[in-house]
């Protein structure tokens, strides 16, 4: 079973940057599309940004804010989040998406990392 293993995550606080990592054991990386999911304490698990051969996708909430960029020799895809609010607290999930998806359906990710908790204090 392949695996997507994130990293990175914890405490900022508001104003502050984080980047997380997710390293990935999946075959043939580069043709993948990858991506990030969140889900905040109450509330659904929501689309928050994707890269592909193509490009970058963002959620409006993060645009302009976070940037998700990919290191096809390590196999491994970054999200720098800068200017952090606490409306970022959730849970991020790695996805990746064999048909080089990008977009915010999460059915057609078919790999998902365990999830990790990134926390922004006010």
């Known amino acids: 079973q392949a695996q997507l293993v994130e990293s990175g995550g914890g405490l900022a606080q508001a104003g502050a940057s984080l980047r997380i990592s997710c390293e990935t054991s999946?075959?043939?990386?580069?043709?993948?599309?990858m991506g990030w999911f969140r889900q905040a304490p109450g509330k659904e698990r929501e689309f928050t940004a994707a890269?592909?051969?193509?490009?970058?996708y963002y959620a409006d909430s993060v645009k302009g804010r976070f940037t998700i960029s990919r290191n096809n020799a390590k196999n491994t895809v970054y999200l720098q989040m800068n200017y952090l609010e606490p409306g970022d607290t959730a849970v991020y999930f790695c996805?990746?998406?064999?048909?080089?998806?990008?977009?915010?359906?999460?059915?057609?990710?078919?790999?998902w990392g365990q999830g990790m908790q990134v926390t922004v204090s006010s």
């Open positions: 996805v990746a998406s064999s048909l080089s998806y990008t977009g915010p359906n999460e059915a057609n990710y078919d790999y």
């Open positions: 999946l075959p043939s990386f580069k043709t993948k599309a």
């Open positions: 890269i592909s051969w193509a490009g970058t």
